[in-house]
């Protein structure tokens, strides 16, 4: 898993949102629309990213359409230790994860 994560992340252009989309998961479902105002990132931009964590097993769904609701699988909250450590190591420190409100941010996500 470590591995995987690490390409995920830190291996990929776009490894930054993925990891803001992981941490909001953390804290409760969001549909991609919720994602896309708690994360200042543009609904498109969500969407691509979700999918490509659905993809690869990170996170699970329920619903269709506009109302579903996006969930870290198991298999990502057995190992979200692993995640933080990767991000730690990836960004220099966890503490540059920052939830957005309104374009600023609002507070330093600590797990």
């Known amino acids: 898993m470590r591995k995987f994560l690490?390409?995920?992340?830190?291996?990929?252009?776009g490894g930054l949102n993925r990891a803001r989309i992981i941490?909001?998961?953390?804290?409760?479902?969001?549909?991609?629309?919720?994602l896309a105002e708690r994360l200042s990132l543009n609904y498109k931009t969500i969407k691509y990213h979700i999918e490509v964590l659905d993809k690869n097993?990170?996170?699970?769904?329920t619903g269709n359409g506009y109302g579903t609701l996006y969930f870290l699988?198991?298999?990502?909250?057995?190992?979200?230790d692993i995640f933080l450590e990767i991000?730690?190591?990836?960004?220099?420190s966890r503490a540059n994860v920052y939830h957005m409100v309104d374009n600023v941010p609002a507070?330093?996500?600590?797990?």
């Not at 198991?74 to 190992?79: F, G, L, W």
């Not at 507070?107 to 797990?111: E, N």
């Open 6 to 13: 690490w390409e995920l992340l830190a291996g990929t252009k």
């Open 23 to 34: 941490d909001e998961l953390r804290n409760r479902p969001y549909n991609a629309n919720q």
């Open 57 to 61: 097993g990170i996170v699970t769904s």
């Open 73 to 80: 699988s198991d298999k990502m909250e057995e190992n979200f």
């Open 87 to 92: 991000w730690e190591q990836f960004s220099g």
């Open 107 to 111: 507070g330093v996500v600590h797990h």
